[in-house]
């Protein structure tokens, strides 16, 4: 009911910046290559999130909004090996209780629908016109919530977070294209098929990056890190992606320090990207509301993995 998903929508959407992460994990799920992310006054008055995916059937649309619909798993085992971002069904439906919520999709061969939701009330659903893929769109955001809405910093800050979140986002997702348009001017252009490296460099704004990939049994790592000579002061500089989803992880984040102060034991932090792939009946993602933080059930495995493969390539480097 409206009042469970007001409370869902305080776990998942704390900030604008969570409303961004879900809407483009959603784009990624639906297979889409490029996506526009629009914002304006730090996501506060406008957040819009296009793509050119596979979009949603008709009939489908207004389960979209519905708590734990999700077209995501079928079975319950499916739970424990699934690849998507998604797959609680919870995002739009906490969302569209705390907004002006819009979503237009088309699905090819299928007409083109618009479902509109005013801060959790009854949807209405009319034919529209548009291409094929997903456009949502969430204005007002917390307009019912004039207590959230106040505990939030300016939008200056929640633009900040958004833009550190798709840098991020697109430093592992170096296949995709995104355009970020920030109160109605073009912020940045990745275009799509880059190389991790490349995307890197341009991201971290640093030319003395290298990269490595890794495997070992189910484990892949791919990353970017910074050479010895650049040295950073935050460990923030440090990006962590599972299966192309950004998290937090201290065990992770150790594993890059480590290695790094091994070779540099008076050395900072580096810059890196770590792209992790692995199975998904390895972790838990159901951890966090906002699934920023992921349980992994072998972690000392993963760990001494990721240590060893940045000490063994920036080994390489010295002498
Ligand atoms: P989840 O992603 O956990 O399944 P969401 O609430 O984020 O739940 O989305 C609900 C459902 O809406 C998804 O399972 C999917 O079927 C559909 N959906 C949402 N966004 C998109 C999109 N951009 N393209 C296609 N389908 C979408
Ligand atoms: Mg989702």
Do not use: W
């Not at 526009?36 to 008709?58: C, H, Q, R, S």
């Not at 979140?165 to 109160?183: A, E, K």
């Not at 990056?209 to 000579?229: D, F, G, R, W």
Request: hydrophobic share 40%; proline share 4%.
């Amino acid at each position: 009911g409206d009042v469970s998903n007001k409370i869902a929508a305080g776990e998942v959407v704390e900030r604008p910046v969570n409303v961004v992460k879900e809407l483009v994990e959603n784009a990624v799920d639906a297979s889409s290559e490029k996506i526009t992310v629009e914002i304006a006054e730090g996501g506060l008055n406008l957040i819009k999130v296009m793509d050119d995916g596979k979009g949603i059937f008709p009939e489908d649309i207004e389960k979209t909004i519905d708590r734990f619909a999700t077209s995501k798993i079928r079975d319950i085992n499916d739970v424990y090996e699934l690849s998507s971002f998604g797959f609680r069904g919870e995002a739009l439906a906490a969302i569209s209780s705390v907004c002006d919520f819009s979503l237009v999709s088309k699905r090819k061969g299928y007409d083109c629908l618009e479902l509109k939701s005013s801060f959790g009330g009854q949807p209405v659903v009319k034919p529209a016109a548009g291409i094929e893929g997903t456009i949502v769109t969430v204005k007002n955001l917390f307009g019912n919530l004039p207590a959230r809405r106040k505990f939030l910093k300016s939008s200056s800050a929640e633009q900040r977070e958004i833009v550190k979140f798709i840098r991020h986002f697109m430093l592992t997702n170096y296949h995709l294209s995104l355009r970020l348009i920030v109160d109605e001017k073009e912020f940045f252009l990745f275009p799509k098929n880059e190389s991790m490296l490349d995307r890197a460099r341009k991201i971290f704004k640093e030319k003395k990056i290298v990269h490595l990939t890794n495997k070992y049994e189910n484990l892949k790592i791919e990353a970017v890190i910074s050479t010895p000579e650049v040295q950073k002061f935050r460990r923030d500089s440090i990006v962590l992606s599972v299966n192309g989803r950004v998290i937090k992880d201290n065990m992770l984040t150790q594993a890059v320090i480590q290695a790094y102060k091994r070779l540099i034991p008076e050395g900072k932090f580096p810059l890196a990207a770590i792209r992790l792939d692995i199975s998904p009946s390895y972790m838990d993602v159901n951890v966090h509301p906002a699934k920023l933080f992921v349980k992994f059930l072998n972690s000392g495995e993963i760990f001494s993995f990721v240590y060893d493969s940045i000490l063994e390539k920036l080994e390489s480097l010295t002498p």
